[in-house]
């Protein structure tokens, strides 16, 4: 089983429309949960963190649920510049030398 | 904001001969750097962690004598790929770590380089 596992897409949606991403982890152990964006050729650029309370940023949504090891991304209101792959990234701990884990990634297509 | 850069952006190279990355972190210290390889439609895989003063500790898979790792100074990571092959070509991806407090620190991912193999 991998360690992080992620809707493998692709999802296209009509600009406006609302999209959710899961994710799920298999290290009960985690610690630290993010949302990546990645566009096509260029490296991952970091979208949110996410707490285990759920945290929002603008149309983002991000929620934690430790006990089923799950996460989730809520898109509301996309734009066509959403469109990019996902990654969900889980690291182990908090030290400086805790590995990050990428998820295989979601690729998000909006159409106008 | 920090920033890595890494160098080259995109290099080709011929079957047999080895390529250098360079990855820097431009205005901090960083005293973990991780080296990933994204293949097409694929994942960012970590390759190998490594740190400022110690060898590299790679991933289960990765070839130590193959993927050659650096960790000269606080600020500079190298990864050598050594007598490449075609199946290396990928796009290869540093990471920094900038530590902000006892137990917090933010991550920043190079631009990445593009290796392709003939």
């Known amino acids: 089983r991998k360690e992080v596992e992620q809707d493998p897409g692709p999802f296209n949606v009509p600009e406006g429309a609302t999209v959710a991403f899961n994710c799920t982890y298999s290290?009960?152990?985690?610690?630290?949960f993010f949302w990546y964006r990645q566009d096509c050729r260029k490296e991952p650029k970091l979208l949110m963190s996410?707490?285990?309370s759920g945290n929002e940023d603008g149309r983002f949504t991000a929620q934690l649920n430790r006990a089923s090891q799950y996460i989730s991304l809520l898109i509301r209101d996309s734009k066509l510049s959403d469109s990019a792959t996902y990654l969900c990234?889980?690291?182990?701990?908090?030290?400086?030398?805790?590995?990050?884990?990428f998820g295989s990634g979601t690729r998000l297509s909006i159409r106008p | 904001g920090a920033v890595v850069s890494q160098h080259p952006s995109w290099v080709i190279c011929k079957s047999g001969t080895s390529v250098k990355i360079e990855c820097r972190s431009l205005d901090f210290q960083a005293t973990t750097m991780f080296w990933y390889r994204q293949f097409p439609k694929q994942s960012l895989m970590l390759m190998a962690t490594s740190n400022e003063g110690s060898k590299a500790t790679y991933e289960q898979g990765v070839e130590k004598d193959k993927f050659l790792i650096n960790h000269a100074s606080l600020t500079l990571s190298t990864l050598t790929v050594t007598s490449a092959h075609p199946e290396d070509s990928s796009f290869y991806i540093c990471?920094?770590?900038?530590?902000?407090?006892?137990?917090?620190?933010?991550?920043?991912f190079g631009p990445g380089t593009r290796l392709t193999v003939t």
């Open positions: 990234v889980v690291t182990a701990g908090y030290s400086s030398a805790s590995k990050i884990i």
């Open positions: 290290n009960s152990a985690s610690q630290s």
């Open positions: 996410v707490y285990s």
């Open positions: 990471s920094a770590r900038r530590l902000t407090g006892s137990s917090s620190y933010e991550q920043y």
